[in-house]
C-alpha cells in the first residue's frame, strides 16, 4: 500500500458490485459512501455492506467511509458502527464550525476506547461545502489533532453562494485557494473537490493541474476513469526525479564540505527548493517508481 | 486424460487412431494430403442450376459428409436453407461440417430431430444445437476442431467433405467467388477455402450473381462445380456488426490498459513486431492502448493477423500495421479494408493456423491477445463451455494463437457476476496452459511459472503481478468457493486439439 492521497475514490455503499468492483482502480483511498449516493431507505443496509466489505474484503489502499452530516438522524449511528471496523479516517460532510470536528472527535474517541482501538487512530477528513465553513475552514482544519485533510464540497457551496456553475470552475476559485491555504497553514492536507462532469476528461485534466497548482494534495473523485489522470498528474515525471535528485545531492555536498553556498549550474539552492525536491521524490517513492 | 475414455472413443468408426493430448508439439505428421479428384468442364458448360437440380447432380446420398462455412456468422441463411432442401429429398444420416455454428442454426434443429443430420464436425456449438449435442442425440460425440485443427483434418483427409456449399456474397456465372462485394458481403473466406480445395464436389450458393468474371476472387472457378442462386444468403445485420469500437466499461479498460503494458514491459513492443488481437472489447482496446504506445514511440507493427476488425483495419490504413493476413472479418470497416487496402490480405484458416503445414502465420506472432470463457491454476484455458458446462463457445483460433505466439497473453475478468473465472481445473481444456504465459485480470496478473524471463521484468513494474494462486484465492475470497458442476457421465463431445490429440471431452447434461 503507498502512502499517497493522490486519489479519494467514492463508492456508493449500497452497491455491492462497485464494493467488490472498487479496488482494481488501484486509487490510493476509497471513500464508502454512507450519504449522498444512499436513499434514505438503505443507510441502514449500506452500512451493514460496509461492514462486511471491510471485515471480510478490505482493499489493499486507505479507506475512508463518508458518513451522514451531523444533523442528520443517520449520524450517531453511522458513526458508531463504523469507527469499529478501524477505516483510515471519516470523512464529516458540511462541516461548518470547529465545533463539528470537536463533537465527532469525542464520539469517535468514545468508540475507540469502548472497542480498544488506539485512541486517534481514526482520523478526520472535511468536507467543507457551505459559505460559513469556507470562512471556518482553519479553524476547522485545526480543531482536533485527527484531522487529516479538508476540502470543498463544490455543489453544496455553489447552491449556499447562489452561485451557477461554470465550465473553468472559475466561480469556486477563491474558496479553493482558501480551503488549500487554511491546509497548509495548519499542516493538514488538502483534498481537491469533486468534479462531477465525468464525460468531459480532457476538462477534469485541466481542473486537476489547477488544484495541483492550488497547492492541493490529490483530488475527490467519482469515476474510475479519472483515478488514471489524476495519478498521473500528481505523479513526478523522470525529468522532475532527476531534478530533485541533482538539488539534494547537491544539497548534500554543500553539507559535507561546510560550504556554506549551494549551488547547482549556476543556480542557488535554496530551502524551499530542497523541501519541494524531497517532496517529489517522496512521491515518486510513494507511487512505486524507482528513486 | 482417463484411459477408458480413450479407448471408448477408439471404438468409434473413423476414430479408432485418435491419441490423448502429449503436448503443444509432440505429434509429429506423416504421410501425403489428401485431393479431391481430378475433373473436367468443356467449354460454354453452364454452371447455375436449382438448388434441387444441384443436390441430385452431385448425388448426394445417405450418410455423406456436407459442409458450410461460418463467415455470414449469426446472418447466415444458406444452412437452414441447403438442409431443408436435403431434408425434403429424404437424404438421412449426414455428417455436417461447419467451421462453426452461430445460434442462427437452432433452426436446423427439426433436421437433427428427423435424422437428416446425425453427426457434427464443428468449431463451436451454442443454443439449440448445443442442447441436442448434450442430450446425447446424435449417433457418436460431435467434435470440435480449432480453426487450424479443422483445416489439418481436411487436408490431410481425416474430414473427407463429399459436398462442400459455399455461401458466396458475390460469384460470376464461370464459379469464381469473393465475401467483400454483393449485399451479404461478409468479407474473407478463409474458414471455406480448404473445403472448396478439398471437396468432392463444391457448390457456391449465392445472392449475388454476376456475369463478368470477378476482379476480387477468394476462391476460384477451378473449385466451383455448381452456382445456386437464391434470393438471400444471408441477413445484413447478422453478417457484419457494427464497427467493434474501444470499450466504455472501465473495468475493461483496466484489464486492456494492463495487457498493453504487459506487452510494452515485456519489450515486445518493438520496430517489426506482429501481432493478434482477438475481437472482444478488451482486445480491441488493448490494441487501442498499443497504438497510442506506437503513436508516441513512432514504433510500426510489421503485421497483424487473425480476425479483422475496424480498428485495427484503421490501424493498417494509418500505418500502425504494415500488413494484415486475414481468415475472417468482423464488421463492415474491415470487409472495406480487405476489399480496398491493398496491404490486407485474405488468408485461408490453412494458411492461417494449420499446424500441419510448412509454416502457418499463426507462427510469425510475437504477441497472441486473446480472451477467455475460463482459466486455471494451470493456466488451462476453456473457450468451449459455460461454468455449469453448457456448449456456449468455440475452440475458434484461439489453441492455434496460443501456440504459434511467442507470447500469448489471456485477457479475462477474475469474475463475472458471481462466478470466479479462474478455477482449479476449467470446465473443459481447450487450450492446454502451456501454450498460455501471462493471464491478465482486473484484479491481478498472473505469469505462467515456465516463462521465468517474463516474470524477472514484469515483477520489478507497477504493475500488479501476482501468482496465480494468489490470484485464485483472491477470486475465491470474493465469490466464494464454486460447488462442482454435476455433468452426466456420457461423453457428448470431443475437444480436439490442433493436431489432432484429444486434449478433453464434453460431457450430457443431467
Known amino acids: 500500500m503507498n502512502s499517497l492521497y493522490r486519489t479519494m475514490f467514492f463508492v456508493p455503499g449500497n452497491d455491492p458490485k462497485k464494493i467488490i468492483g472498487a479496488e482494481i482502480y488501484r486509487p490510493d483511498c476509497i471513500i464508502y459512501d454512507l450519504e449522498d449516493s444512499v436513499s434514505i431507505f438503505e443507510k441502514d443496509s449500506a452500512r451493514i455492506l460496509v461492514k462486511y466489505a471491510l471485515q471480510y474484503n478490505r482493499p489493499d489502499c486507505r479507506v475512508g467511509i463518508r458518513i451522514n452530516q451531523a444533523d442528520s438522524p443517520y449520524y450517531g449511528d453511522d458513526v458508531s458502527s463504523m469507527v469499529p471496523l478501524q477505516p483510515d479516517f471519516l470523512r464529516l460532510p458540511k462541516a461548518e464550525t470547529a465545533e463539528d470536528i470537536k463533537k465527532l472527535d469525542v464520539l469517535i474517541t468514545e468508540i475507540e476506547e469502548k472497542h480498544a482501538i488506539e485512541i486517534g487512530a481514526v482520523k478526520i477528513v472535511a468536507s467543507i461545502e457551505t459559505a460559513l465553513g469556507v470562512v471556518n475552514s482553519y479553524k476547522i482544519a485545526s480543531a482536533s489533532k485527527r484531522m487529516l485533510a479538508i476540502g470543498l464540497g463544490a455543489e453544496d457551496f455553489r447552491t449556499d453562494m447562489r452561485m451557477e456553475r461554470s465550465e473553468d470552475a472559475s466561480e469556486i476559485l477563491f474558496a479553493r485557494n482558501l480551503i488549500s491555504l487554511n491546509a497548509h497553514a495548519t499542516g493538514i492536507m488538502a483534498m481537491d473537490y469533486v468534479y462531477s462532469n465525468i464525460k468531459n476528461i480532457e476538462g477534469f485534466r485541466a481542473d486537476v493541474k489547477l488544484g495541483k497548482q492550488l497547492g492541493y494534495t490529490g483530488k475527490s473523485v467519482v469515476h474510475p476513469n479519472q483515478i488514471g489522470v489524476v495519478h498521473e498528474l500528481y505523479t513526478p515525471t523522470i525529468k522532475e526525479i532527476e531534478s530533485a535528485k541533482e538539488i539534494l545531492n547537491a544539497y548534500e555536498d554543500a553539507l559535507k564540505n561546510a560550504s556554506g553556498v549551494t549551488s547547482l549550474n549556476g543556480k542557488m539552492i535554496d530551502k524551499p527548493m530542497v523541501t519541494r525536491a524531497m517532496s517529489i521524490l517522496s512521491y515518486a517513492k510513494a507511487a512505486g517508481m524507482e528513486v | 486424460m482417463d484411459k477408458g475414455i480413450i479407448e471408448l472413443i477408439n471404438k468409434i468408426p473413423g476414430w479408432e487412431n485418435k491419441m490423448p493430448y502429449q503436448g503443444a508439439f509432440a505429434v509429429k505428421p506423416f504421410g501425403r494430403m489428401a485431393g479431391r479428384p481430378v475433373k473436367c468442364v468443356v467449354p460454354g458448360k453452364d454452371k447455375v442450376l436449382e438448388l434441387d437440380k444441384v443436390l441430385d447432380a452431385v448425388e448426394l446420398k445417405d450418410g455423406m459428409t456436407i459442409s458450410f462455412h461460418h463467415a455470414l456468422r449469426n446472418g447466415d441463411l444458406v444452412m437452414q436453407k441447403v438442409v431443408a432442401a436435403i431434408s425434403r429429398k429424404g437424404i438421412k444420416d449426414l455428417t455436417l461440417s461447419a467451421s462453426s455454428l452461430s445460434l442462427v442454426q437452432d433452426a436446423l434443429l427439426p433436421y437433427f430431430e428427423d435424422g437428416t443430420i446425425t453427426a457434427i464436425d464443428t468449431s463451436g456449438a451454442r443454443g439449440r444445437i448445443g442442447e441436442f449435442i448434450q442430450k446425447n442425440k446424435l449417433k457418436k460425440p460431435a467434435i470440435f476442431r480449432t480453426h487450424g485443427g479443422r483445416a489439418r483434418a481436411i487436408e490431410s483427409g481425416e474430414l473427407h467433405i463429399d459436398v462442400a456449399f459455399i455461401a458466396a456474397p458475390t460469384c460470376d456465372k464461370y464459379g469464381n467467388i469473393n465475401g467483400v462485394q454483393g449485399k451479404s458481403a461478409c468479407g474473407s473466406l478463409g474458414y471455406a477455402m480448404p473445403d472448396a480445395e478439398y471437396a468432392e464436389q463444391v457448390v457456391a450458393v449465392t445472392d449475388g450473381l454476376v456475369s463478368v468474371p470477378l476482379e ?295
Request: hydrophobic share 40%; net charge negative; charged share 20%.
Open chain 2, 216 to 510: 476480387y476472387v477468394s476462391i476460384p472457378q477451378t473449385q466451383v462445380d455448381y452456382i445456386v442462386e437464391v434470393e438471400s444468403i444471408g441477413d445484413p445485420s447478422g453478417i457484419a456488426t457494427g464497427s467493434i469500437r474501444i470499450s466504455k466499461n472501465p473495468a475493461e479498460l483496466v484489464i486492456s490498459k494492463y495487457v498493453a503494458e504487459v506487452i510494452k514491459y515485456a519489450g515486445l513492443l518493438k520496430e517489426g513486431i506482429i501481432f493478434q488481437f482477438g475481437s472482444g472489447g478488451i482486445a480491441i482496446s488493448a490494441a487501442g492502448f498499443v497504438q497510442t504506445e506506437m503513436q508516441r514511440t513512432g514504433i510500426k507493427a510489421a503485421a497483424g493477423i487473425g480476425g479483422a476488425s475496424g480498428f485495427l483495419t484503421e490501424m493498417l490504413a494509418n500505418g500502425y500495421i504494415g500488413t494484415f493476413f486475414d481468415p475472417q472479418d468482423f464488421d463492415t470497416k474491415a470487409i472495406e479494408s480487405l476489399y480496398f487496402n491493398s496491404r490486407h490480405h485474405e488468408i485461408s484458416a490453412s494458411a492461417y493456423a494449420n499446424p500441419f503445414s510448412a509454416n502457418p502465420y499463426v507462427n510469425l506472432l510475437d504477441v497472441a491477445v486473446l480472451s477467455a470463457t475460463e482459466v486455471d491454476i494451470n493456466f488451462n484455458v476453456n473457450v468451449l463451455t459455460d461454468s455449469y458446462g453448457k456448449l456456449i463457445g468455440a475452440p475458434g483460433g484461439h489453441p492455434d494463437a496460443a501456440a504459434g505466439a511467442e507470447v500469448t497473453i489471456v485477457a479475462l475478468p477474475l469474475l463475472r457476476g458471481r462466478l470466479p473465472m479462474l478455477l482449479e481445473k476449467v470446465q473443459t481444456v481447450v487450450t492446454p496452459g502451456e501454450t498460455v504465459d501471462v493471464l491478465v485480470t482486473d484484479y491481478g496478473i498472473a505469469i505462467n511459472p515456465k516463462r521465468l524471463d517474463l516474470y524477472e521484468i514484469l515483477q520489478k513494474t507497477s504493475l500488479p503481478v501476482m501468482t496465480v494462486e494468489e490470484l485464485h484465492q483472491k477470486a475465491q475470497k470474493l465469490a466464494g468457493v464454486a460447488e462442482k458442476t454435476i455433468l452426466g457421465d456420457r461423453v457428448c463431445g470431443l475437444v480436439e486439439y490442433r493436431d489432432g490429440t484429444i486434449i478433453d471431452v464434453v460431457y450430457d447434461l443431467p
